[in-house]
């Protein structure tokens, strides 16, 4: 999915954990800027990313994810993947956080668009991604397969004529 985002995009990453996926983003879609939000950096590889830190396009925000993504202004992401913590209550709080901070024609990009983990947990993500389609102004454009079914989607905010 990351070939068919926009490159050198201004992108968030709600969630990053050890930074995996950060470094995926930066290596495919060549941010102008990466913001990673997150309250935990203990298993954070910031080794892997000391040069992109240096030349500021990569900045970490040690925060809360909805209260760190609110800072931003309106409109100012191009993409904004998703993937803090998976229960409806977090994903909804976080997904109403994010979707002023998408320009139009941007893109709000769910991890774990599933509905169990192997535990039997139930994720909300299907949940609050499938209110946002419903709700209306988003569009359904990319869905990323996973192996074991940790899917991702990406809904793409309308752009209004």
Known sequence: MLEHLPREAIVAEIGTREGHFARAICDVA?????HLIDRNWSKFEREKFLDEIKA???FLHNVDSSQGIRKFADG?????Y?????DYADVKRDTLASVPKVKEGGYLIFNDY????????????IRAAN????????????????????HDVALQKIKWQ
């Open 30 to 34: 060549k941010p102008r800027e990466i």
């Open 56 to 58: 500021k396009k990569v």
């Open 76 to 80: 100012y992401f191009d993409w904004i």
């Open 82 to 86: 998703i993937d803090a913590v998976q």
């Open 114 to 125: 599933i509905r169990f983990t192997r535990r039997g947990t139930e994720f909300g993500v």
């Open 131 to 150: 209110e946002l389609l419903i709700g209306g102004g988003w569009e359904m454009k990319y869905l990323g397969l996973q192996k074991g079914g940790y």
